[in-house]
């Protein structure tokens, strides 16, 4: 199937699948989502638009798209000045191409709205005509030689002020929306820097990107700290800033501070119900980032809360390895990180979602923690006022209290190399994954003692200024019991070495040249989606129907879904269009066995799995040929800082777009799946073996 007849059935399905969906009446949130036979659609279906309305806003989309082309056309032409994108008074200039995102996520937020079906009330119709008009005012201050913060409406404020705006992912080139609060006083032009509150919203599931942006042109939200920059990302809608919605928040942080004189010594998370969720997540995960966490609601794991919330019980039915890739977002394991973090959880009394904040007490508890827990008297699910006042009291301590200074005591856990830095200390093999791996270390002048577990390979690295110590001569290092002379200090005050762990000894680590996993390449499949993807789809087809059928309904499923739940922008191409830049660039999505993907025919010597006449072998497994795929993650042969996929999306699928708790990996490193009866809401066929990789790649 050629690419553009891809991006046809892309168009039609996009609202077909949301009309042919069983819907259960209310917009449940409970037990009647617990069947995978009934799925109601997520996003919602919204109300018709009339084919004159919708014609005017596809007519605007495309007349702001063409605008936008003759500018950055006569910019490019007539060599017109570049425009500073910083507010700062930075004097560094950016090209007028760079405001593209600023521009452009307005006409885009309404094209996803036509075609998804996300207007659900007129008002929905005059916020899609309001950005529209943002969008041209943004291009005529560009044209007349703007700055960012021109462009963006950041100016002199007596009072607290907003503004929306996009960035462009590197993930897939999709410009996605944020908000953002700037605080009473701020000058145009200031550079002092400022404290900055990231704030994650809850579970909307009809938070479209026109709900959004309109909302945060409106709304200052929870809190509004003095002397606080307070930005809302958008996350890629409803799915608890997981998988691209963490990158989301991460990359739009990065955009922000670019362009905003942020203290980074004082950047905190914080978020409410499904927000909550979030900020658990980035709190345990990325502990050293924030000087504080203000987790409220949501939930915590997944197992329980599913029992508790969803009354849904999952162990029993749940195959091992989705069990064991719980680990990757439930945050109990990870909650000895906290030490490097200071947290003030919020719950109602009377919340459900009180479980979340109950579970992570027990976690802390366990690891010599007390959490600070700020209850709402007689409340339900929301933010209590008076506790507003205890907790922005709190958090406004902590952040007088902040600095940059590198501890002389780190504890970090890990399960999962994508989660591999505290600090100085980095984790950079595991013995077994997804397995808690611990690191104990603490630091004087000279010297570095630290204690792991589950660890085969550690590096210390301070980078310019941070080795606070002796400034000259080298760095012992006591590992385990065992001492080691480590190189000089540098003349910048900067120290790095990497240990690995060889025939139950450390020493100076080696490069092999073998695979093996380490950060940013150690899986499972949905890590391929964290960073700059594209579909790789067959020229060739398939003597086995079946299989062929499945493909291509697989292929359009991954597209169709990546667009739909994640907001993003397809980018595919046939397997002999791939590019030498492409190999380069881009973890590679391919479609299709050594029948029919010349791309898997050509790097099929170097992959695990075997495709013979009569079978399909992934170590000592099998299956047979026809009627079964193979699905994997592996290192490519051809770039092996890339990955490549075999015949897979993003792991989790309709039905577990209905909690947010649901939206775990549900695939490991590999599966072999019997595809004679098709996917369902759950999984791409029956899967019949599945497993990971060890520490090299092998089953």
Not at 169 to 183: K, M, N, R
Request: charged share 25%; proline share 6%; aromatic share 10%.
């Amino acid at each position: 199937m050629l690419p553009f007849e891809f991006v046809n059935r892309l168009a039609r399905c996009s609202v077909l699948l949301a009309v042919a969906t069983t819907v259960c009446p209310g917009w449940c949130d409970g037990p009647e989502d617990n069947r995978p036979g009934s799925v109601r659609p997520i996003p919602p279906l919204g109300m018709d638009v009339d084919a004159s309305t919708r014609e005017a806003l596809e007519w605007r989309c495309k007349a702001i798209r063409t605008q936008w082309q003759t500018v950055l056309s006569k910019s490019t032409n007539s060599g017109s000045p570049q425009v500073d994108s910083v507010a700062a008074g930075n004097d560094a200039d950016q090209a007028i191409a760079s405001l593209a995102s600023e521009v452009l996520v307005f006409p885009r937020a309404v094209e996803l709205a036509l075609e998804f079906g996300q207007f659900y009330r007129p008002r929905d119709l005059e916020a899609a005509s309001e950005l529209l008009d943002e969008a041209a005012r943004r291009i005529t201050i560009i044209e007349n030689g703007g700055r960012w913060a021109d462009v963006v409406g950041i100016r002199d404020v007596n009072d607290l002020h907003t503004i929306v705006g996009g960035y462009e992912s590197a993930i897939d080139g999709s410009y996605q929306p944020y908000g953002l609060v700037i605080p009473r006083g701020m000058r145009h032009g200031q550079r002092e820097p400022l404290r900055l509150d990231l704030w994650f919203h809850g579970r909307g599931e009809k938070l479209s990107e026109v709900a959004f942006l309109s909302q945060q042109r409106d709304s200052t939200g929870e809190y509004t700290p003095d002397d606080t920059l307070v930005l809302h990302p958008y996350g890629r809608y409803s799915n608890a800033f997981k998988f691209a919605g963490e990158m989301d928040v991460l990359e739009v942080l990065d955009y922000v501070k670019r362009r905003l004189p942020i203290d980074e010594d004082r950047v905190s998370v914080r978020g409410f119900s499904m927000g909550g969720a979030a900020c658990w997540q980035f709190a345990t995960h990325y502990a050293d980032r924030w000087f504080a966490a203000n987790p409220g609601a949501g939930f915590s794991e997944t197992p329980e809360f599913l029992a508790f919330f969803q009354s849904e019980e999952v162990r029993d039915r749940t195959p091992w390895y989705q069990q064991e890739l719980w680990q990757l977002y439930d945050c109990p394991p990870w909650s000895r990180n906290l030490l490097h973090c200071p947290t003030i959880a919020y719950s109602g009394e009377l919340d459900r979602q009180k479980q979340a904040a109950d579970v992570m007490a027990s976690a802390l508890a366990n690891v010599g923690i007390d959490l600070v827990h700020v209850i709402g008297p007689q409340t339900a699910h929301k933010i209590h006022e008076a506790s507003k006042i205890e907790i922005e009291s709190r958090m406004s301590q902590l952040a007088r209290r902040a600095c940059g200074e590198a501890p002389d005591r780190i504890e970090f856990t890990t399960v999962s190399l994508r989660y591999h830095r505290m600090h100085w200390i980095e984790v950079r093999g595991l013995v077994e994954h997804w397995t808690p791996a611990k690191v104990s270390a603490t630091r004087d002048d000279t010297k570095i003692t630290v204690t792991t577990d589950n660890v085969s390979r550690i590096r210390f690295d301070f980078g310019p200024g941070q080795w606070t110590g002796n400034p000259a001569g080298s760095i012992q290092v006591e590992i385990n019991g065992q001492a080691l002379q480590g190189p000089l200090v540098r003349s910048d005050r900067s120290w790095r070495w990497e240990l690995e762990r060889f025939q139950d000894q450390w020493r100076t680590a080696t490069d092999d040249g073998q695979l093996r996993k380490r950060p940013r390449l150690q899986g499972p499949i949905d890590d391929a989606f964290m960073d700059t993807f594209l579909f790789v789809l067959p020229s060739g087809k398939s003597s086995d129907a079946i299989l062929q059928d499945w493909i291509d309904s697989e292929a359009l499923h991954a597209m169709l879904h990546w667009r739909k739940h994640f907001r993003g922008d397809i980018r595919q191409k046939l397997d002999r269009d791939v590019t030498e830049t492409d190999l380069a660039s881009s973890n590679l999505i391919l479609f299709g066995d050594i029948e029919t993907n010349l791309l898997i025919r050509r790097i099929a010597p170097e992959l695990p799995v075997r495709w013979l006449p009569e079978k399909i072998h992934i170590g000592a497994h099998s299956v047979p040929r026809k009627g079964h795929a193979a699905l994997m993650i592996y290192p490519n042969p051809l770039n092996e800082d890339r990955y490549v996929v075999l015949n897979s999306g993003f792991t989790f699928r309709e039905y577990d777009y209905l909690n947010n708790a649901r939206q775990t990996p549900k695939l490991p490193d590999w599966a072999l799946v019997d595809i004679r009866e098709g996917a369902t809401t759950t999984d791409p066929g029956k899967v019949l073996r599945a497993g990971f990789f060890d520490e090299r790649w092998q089953p």
